[in-house]
């Protein structure tokens, strides 16, 4: 958690430190010919870069750890659905291949007895 939303709050940091720099880099830029936007745009990303690294790196583990915390006060719950989830998906299974196999059947007696011939012995 701390990993990628410190990424993502660098990011923001960054581009949002830079603008603000460089809008207050046009203050001065009448005594600096404009050279004063472009050092205070680099500075202003650089102090956003680091606060939001840390706040980023800070709310994305505090994050990170809550959920972890509550995975893990609830994992019977979870190993439970997930027992329950399996069964029901194996039930299904079972279902759709007998359906499939009976419907195989059906249509294989259907075109045998639509051409006059004897149903062929069925391999289960």
Request: proline fraction near 3%; charge should be positive; include cysteine.
């Amino acid at each position: 958690g701390a990993a990628v939303v410190g990424a993502g709050g660098a990011a923001t940091g960054l581009v949002a430190g830079g603008a603000i720099g460089a809008v207050v880099g046009l203050v001065p830029a009448l005594f600096t010919f404009g050279l004063s936007i472009p050092v205070c745009a680099v500075l202003g990303g650089g102090c956003g870069l680091a606060s939001g690294v840390a706040v980023g790196g800070t709310v994305g583990a505090v994050g990170g750890g809550a959920a972890g915390y509550g995975v893990f006060t609830r994992r019977e719950e979870i190993g439970a659905l997930r027992d329950r989830t399996m069964s029901k998906v194996g039930e299904c299974s079972k279902y759709v291949q007998q359906t499939a196999s009976h419907s195989a059947d059906y249509f294989r007696t259907k075109i045998v007895s639509s051409t006059g011939g004897t149903t062929p012995p069925h391999s289960d």
